[in-house]
């Protein structure tokens, strides 16, 4: 096993000792902030050393006595929810040109997964490069294989290790930064994961949970509100990839374009919502993890070809959600579409 650094062992030990970072900070006289990028370290160091089990696995009792008064705790409570609650209904802007451009929503990379076609990611990102498109992550960047339980077993079924998958994805982030990043299921299957993508992602880069919906605003012309979703939660339907986004839509009714992967399967569409009168997009990406058993079982065939990503062309001139948003399987489409738009400007 990997061996924690002299500070990253005194962290641990705080933490352990006093049960949380708040105490353990103080005792160490250091400030959170601090304390905690040390237990993240040692995390990715020695994987659950830090872990809420193993704080309390000595005999110290399940409820201590707190330091400060309960109210204290209140008031920062409340003012902690107070501002998320203020955070969550604001929708964040991502700068856009005024004229056409092109979206890359690049999800479910799986990039330490031995049936990741890294080779088509990386092609795709040269692309993206070359039409300076907007990146939009969709989550499952890595498996990130739970280290305890059943899943567990998973990690033997690969060759990356986790420092090397934590290398890639850093490579992956850091080559071709994305404007949002929504996180999914296999983000989750460690906590440390999400901490050190925040860490690692450049700041402006819009983050959220599963769903993050958010508004394209150019200079000049039309918006495009956009919620990119791990996945649609509401509305699964085995004949119908996209019935999830159609439900979202006739509930919520308010974005522009709907983007999921997760099910390593794809598929585009515009739906005409009766209700609304609007004209929204819906995509469901597959991602780059293509020859393993269980995309090709959720993916009902996924293994086949196809693109591994859904490409956008949006254009802030045009009012017309029909002559606004195009979505093609493949960077060449997009490109082909980008110059047409471009060069029917100059005309
Ligand atoms: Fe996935
Ligand atoms: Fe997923």
Redesign the pocket.
């Known amino acids: 096993m990997n061996r924690l650094s002299n500070a990253q062992l005194a962290a641990v030990e705080a933490f352990r000792k006093h049960g949380g970072v708040r105490a353990a900070a103080e005792a160490l006289g250091m400030d959170r902030r601090g304390l905690q990028r040390l237990l993240r370290r040692a995390e990715v160091v020695q994987p659950g050393c830090t872990s809420v089990g193993s704080a309390r696995s000595d005999d110290s009792p399940p409820h201590e006595p707190i330091d400060r008064p309960v109210e204290e705790v209140l008031a920062e409570r409340v003012a902690r929810i107070t501002r998320r609650s203020e955070e969550s209904i604001e929708t964040p802007v991502v700068g856009c040109p005024s004229g056409p451009f092109v979206v890359w929503h690049c999800t479910?990379e799986h990039l330490d997964d031995n049936g990741s076609r890294i080779d088509a990611l990386a092609d795709d990102m040269g692309a993206a490069r070359r039409l300076s498109a907007s990146r939009l992550c969709g989550?499952?960047i890595l498996n990130n294989w739970p280290l305890g339980g059943r899943l567990a077993g998973k990690w033997a079924e690969q060759e990356a290790t986790l420092p090397e998958g934590l290398a890639l994805a850093k490579w992956s982030l850091n080559h071709y930064p994305p404007d949002v990043y929504a996180f999914?299921?296999?983000e989750k299957m460690n906590a440390y994961l999400k901490e050190w993508l925040l860490e690692v992602m450049p700041r402006r880069t819009v983050v959220g949970w599963w769903s993050v919906r958010f508004v394209y605003r150019p200079a000049q012309g039309r918006s495009f509100v956009v919620t990119l979703a791990?996945?649609f939660s509401q509305g699964k339907s085995w004949f119908h990839p996209l019935h999830g986004h159609i439900r979202e839509d006739l509930e919520s009714g308010s974005s522009d374009i709907y983007l999921a992967?997760?099910?390593h399967c794809e598929g585009s569409m515009a739906f005409t919502n009766a209700k609304t009168g609007r004209r929204p997009l819906f995509c469901r990406s597959r991602?780059y993890k293509q020859f393993d058993g269980f995309a090709t079982q959720i993916g009902k065939g996924g293994n086949a070809g196809g693109g591994h990503s859904t490409w956008l062309v949006l254009d802030p001139r045009e009012d017309c959600d029909e002559r606004a948003m195009f979505a093609f399987a493949d960077w060449r489409g997009a490109e082909a579409m980008l110059n047409g738009l471009v060069n029917l400007q100059a005309v």
Do not use: E, I, P, Y
């Open positions: 479910d989550g499952d999914g299921n296999h791990h996945d992967g997760h099910l991602g």
